[in-house]
């Protein structure tokens, strides 16, 4: 009898102990926001997406605790950043900013020890700068370290946007370092393989991923099976659309195709970006940040 006694007590106190994980599970993930489903979905309206201002470029930590995004006001964008602490969400606070350069696309390395962006900060952090480069900052003791630029083998003398990383630390992104003009839209995507301790030679994707037109704003999945990006080409749904391939059995990357009406509309869809626990898309559209079940990814496959 004491026996069951005991073991009804246990398996109470598990229930409990389980139960008040889920709650504070719920809490943490995503801001305390319901969740979508197939129909992409309006990220955080009032505290994240907000009238008047412009956010995009968004990236959750791993364990879903530390949020950032850009914001851009008035032409001028900055890093945003909030961060799950004593029970629950701070209240955003400037990361990156300036009142002459602009900070925006963050992205977290694969140990989540440096945060990259793109700025069109100078070298020296005081002079004038007509391109845009691939920068992080690192974690320190109490807080981050200065920006730092990411290097030769990834900035050029023209502009480079939009980092992601495969979970061995390769980077992906996007330059239109062989265009004749900084100001081109001939961007294409290119990778990075982290070894050692730098970056090596970038190399362009083939032509199943990049054409004559636009192509920015990747995201490659940690395994590296597919990717996600930003193109702007004239059989779109919009003036940008997400696209998406996916490594075949050889290990090559498949055509990409339009991820269709389960995203794209006739606005501007770009900055892809898929949480860690894999169960949702986020992207930016025309100035806000919505997010959609993953299973548009799937589905597509």
Partial sequence: MKSILLLSMLLLFVSRLCLGQTAANTAISYLNQEPPGLTPKLFAPGIVSLKDRYEFGSVFSHDGKEFYYAVEIAQRPHIEYMKFENNKWREPVKLLSSDKYGYNDPFLSPDEQKLFFISDQAMDGKGDKKDIDIWYVQREKNGWSKPINAGKEINSAHNEYYISFTKEGTMYYSSNKEAEDVKSKKYDIYHSPFVKTAFSSSTKLGSAINTDHYEADVFVSPEEDYLIYCAERPDGYGRGDLFISFKDAK?????????????????????????????????????????????VISQLK
């Fill in 251 to 295: 290990g090559q990357w498949t055509k990409a195709k339009n991820m269709g009406n389960a995203v794209n509309t006739q606005g501007y869809e770009f900055c892809p970006f898929v949480t860690a626990d894999g169960k949702y898309l986020f992207f930016s559209k025309d100035g806000d940040i919505y997010w959609v079940d993953a299973k």
